[in-house]
């Protein structure tokens, strides 16, 4: 099993980044998939979910409206679009496998510059 | 919004037993969930339903959760287990989910 982030990177505030999430070693399209970041500093914050064929999304209260959770089963893969980013995202971003977070990648850097 | 709340520390020395709270209103009818990050490296499932245990994960690891409160208890800590703990868990709709604000475990 196991999950594999790209896509962090440098971007100004305002901008736009999109999050990507290999997915291998298990049937991708039978779990619930989640976002979670920690910002520096900070403790861990869930971001937002994803059931297993994307008719339910929840997100946090601070980045509803601003983020998209998606997935592509075909491709093994999900996705998290920011947009209107904030120097607060700033963060290292995981993705976990389940809502309940059984497995998780290595993260991906998100540095939102003003 | 729902709130999870864990001390921000707690220290013991090598072999005694180190206990972890978790506070919310939920947590009698929502699970907790419990993840030990360690620096420089992805958080890791240590408990899952309130108590029980990944494989793995040692058995001095455990669960349990009385009323609002839910406890991850280490007995005969090691100093390999330091680093940060957090509890996790839904609101009461169970579409919203909440870490607690983590807690620093030193041992030595």
């Known amino acids: 099993v196991q999950l594999v982030e790209s896509g962090g990177g440098l971007v100004q505030r305002g901008g736009s980044l999109r999050l990507s999430c290999a997915a291998s070693?298990?049937?991708?399209?039978?779990?619930?998939m989640s976002w979670v970041r920690r910002a520096p500093g900070k403790g861990l914050e869930w971001v937002a979910n994803?059931?297993?064929?994307?008719?339910?999304?929840y997100y946090v209260d601070s980045v509803e409206g601003r983020f998209t959770v998606s997935r592509d089963n075909a491709k093994n893969s999900l996705y998290l679009q920011m947009n209107s980013l904030r120097a607060e995202d700033t963060a290292v971003y995981y993705c976990?496998?389940?809502?309940?977070?059984?497995?998780w990648g290595q993260g991906t850097t998100v540095t939102v510059s003003s | 919004s729902y709130e999870l709340t864990q001390p921000p520390s707690v220290s013991v020395s090598p072999g005694q037993t180190a206990r972890i709270t978790c506070s919310g209103d939920?947590?009698?009818?929502?699970?907790a969930y419990w993840y030990q990050q360690k620096s420089g490296q992805a958080p890791a499932l240590v408990i899952y339903?309130?108590?029980k245990r990944p494989s793995g994960i040692p058995d001095r690891f455990s669960g349990s959760t009385s009323g609002t409160v839910a406890t991850l208890t280490i007995s005969g800590a090691q100093v390999e287990d330091e680093g940060d703990f957090y509890c996790?868990?839904?609101?009461?709709?169970?579409?919203?989910?909440?870490f607690g604000g983590g807690t620093k475990l030193t041992v030595l």
């Open positions: 976990a496998r389940g809502a309940y977070l059984y497995v």
């Open positions: 070693g298990f049937t991708f399209s039978g779990f619930w």
């Open positions: 994803i059931n297993q064929d994307g008719s339910e999304k």
């Open positions: 939920a947590l009698p009818k929502k699970y």
């Open positions: 339903e309130g108590s």
């Open positions: 996790y868990s839904a609101d009461s709709s169970g579409n919203h989910w909440v």
